[in-house]
């Protein structure tokens, strides 16, 4: 997740969602709120019933404006993405 936040800190208007987005994926990866991220593949995760016994995380951030990177260009898909490697910085919001 840090190299898309990466990306996005070169090419901010590449990326329909914000920084907020990938913190809040990072936060609860670990945390066991959802089951998203539980088990090793889809099927574990249906294997376990997981659908019915936990809710998942991308229902909650896909329906939420507050993840929407205002600065998105739909025009900009069709460029390549490159990234300056001279201009990786500290992502500090989430190391620090």
Request: aromatic residues 18%.
């Amino acid at each position: 997740i840090d190299c898309v936040w990466q990306l996005m800190q070169q090419q901010p208007n590449f990326f329909e969602f914000n920084e907020w987005f990938l913190l809040t994926i990072l936060e609860h990866a670990f945390s066991a709120r959802f089951g998203t991220f539980l088990y090793n593949s889809v099927r574990e995760r249906e294997r376990y019933e997981l659908r019915t016994l936990t809710h998942s995380l991308w229902n909650i951030v896909m329906n939420r404006s507050v993840y929407v990177n205002e600065s998105f260009d739909n025009s900009s898909v069709a460029e390549l993405l490159e990234l300056n490697p001279r201009q990786v910085a500290l992502w500090r919001n989430y190391y620090l």
